[in-house]
């Protein structure tokens, strides 16, 4: 049997995403093979892409950090899973495919009927967001904060999840996003057209409890003039590097740590600083790496939650696995509203078409298969 996974063979532009096709790969030992339903498309995708993200392979190699599937096939010694269960999972790599092999350690069971793409959303963007709100910022409930790119992926995300923890939230975005910020709770800011500082403190006073800056540079020391005193920025990004999608250092050379080593002078200069504010650093692949069961507790949390209805991920679209160069040009053009999702396994008119495998027994075939979504025009 034949599949498609999408490689990129050098480091470069959107023009450097190719789609290849070659033979299923087999899961070794310890290994689940998953049927790929949904891959998320995110900004650490780019990055990779350009050379320049701390967890870049070496080309050729398979974009995508996440991936909710089902389970295809199990090597030997797999326990805990069976076959055609739907299951989650950040690899950080390779889930621009139809299959994927993974440690099946690394496998998050799936609420049955749950969609896809939400699901997707939450592994990266929604853990993201939750630990940054509770394990970096230690939430409570009254206190106010601020996010920027607040209609984006992880911006969503944490709008939802500070609502449903009692923290007012604003955030930047555009004037086009800003219905969407309000929408999902948020008090907007439009980046474009006002000193974000200043409408910090018009609204709070004396300061946000906490920012979440994805934007690096320079806005870490804007963020840090947005905070009360005692308050933090928790940054986990780098955007103000990238322009039209391409890093803008990128005719200086490529190097995966650049940009981290430049995050560490703005805190080693932040505590230089009066006011008692503070600067952390977050990373989704260190935290779980060095504290797995947190990440694995996090993202089981988040998905009972979506299963009760508390949250919706905002989809902004959905892409056969054909797409996935314009799904990077979608994002790094900007001012996309929610999480972009490539869906390897089934397209039709945006939505995901489960391609049902013949099992032996009508019971199995009701329970399991993915109701047919009616076509629709554009």
Same mark, same amino acid.
């Given at each position: ?161 500070? /609502? ?5 939230? =604003?955030?930047?975005?555009? %004037? +086009?996003? @800003? ?5 999902? *709770? $948020? ?124 949250? /919706? ?5 959905? =892409?056969?696995?054909?797409? %996935? +160069?314009? @799904? ?5 053009? *900007? $001012? ?43």
């Amino acid at each position: 049997m034949r599949y498609k996974r999408v490689a990129v063979t050098q480091y470069g532009g959107p023009e450097v995403i190719t789609i290849i096709e070659e033979d299923v790969p087999t899961p070794k030992a310890g290994e689940v093979r998953v049927k790929v339903l949904a891959a998320g498309v995110g900004l650490p995708d780019i990055l990779a892409r350009e050379g320049v993200h701390p967890e870049t392979p070496h080309v050729p190699y398979t974009p995508g950090w996440d991936l909710v599937g089902t389970v295809d096939q199990m090597g030997k010694g797999v326990m805990g899973f069976e076959l055609h269960q739907t299951v989650a999972a950040m690899p950080i790599h390779g889930c621009y495919a139809q299959y994927l092999c993974l440690p099946s350690r690394k496998l998050v069971p799936v609420p049955v009927g749950l969609d896809p793409a939400e699901a997707v959303a939450l592994v990266l963007n929604y853990v993201t967001a939750y630990q940054m709100l509770h394990r970096s910022a230690k939430a409570r409930a009254g206190q106010r904060m601020l996010i920027h790119g607040a209609s984006g992926g992880v911006g969503s995300a944490m709008l939802q999840l500070a /609502k449903l923890a009692g923290v007012e939230m =604003l955030g930047t975005c555009s %004037a +086009r996003g @800003a219905a969407v910020v309000r929408e999902l *709770g $948020g008090i907007p800011i439009d980046y474009k057209s006002a000193d974000f500082v200043k409408e910090v403190h018009l609204l709070t006073g004396d300061g946000v409890d906490a920012v979440f800056d994805g934007i690096g540079g320079d806005n870490l020391w804007a963020s840090r003039d947005a905070l009360r005193k005692g308050g933090r920025v928790v940054i986990y990004g780098f955007q103000s590097k990238m322009r039209a999608g391409r890093m803008a250092s990128q005719n200086e050379g490529r190097h995966p740590f650049r940009e981290s080593a430049e995050l560490s002078w703005y805190i080693i200069r932040n505590w230089f600083k009066s006011g008692r504010k503070s600067m952390v650093p977050y990373s989704i692949q260190w935290l779980m790496r060095l504290n797995p069961a947190w990440f694995r507790h996090d993202l089981e949390t988040l998905l009972n939650i979506l299963k009760q209805g508390k949250i /919706k991920p905002l989809i902004a679209a959905r =892409l056969p696995l054909d797409e %996935a +160069r314009r @799904a990077h040009e979608m994002l790094g053009e *900007g $001012g996309v509203l929610g999480k972009i999702v490539l869906l390897p396994n089934g397209y039709v008119t945006g939505k995901i078409v489960e391609q049902v495998d013949v099992w032996t027994t009508q019971a199995e075939r009701t329970c399991s298969a993915l109701p047919m979504m009616e076509k629709k025009g554009h």
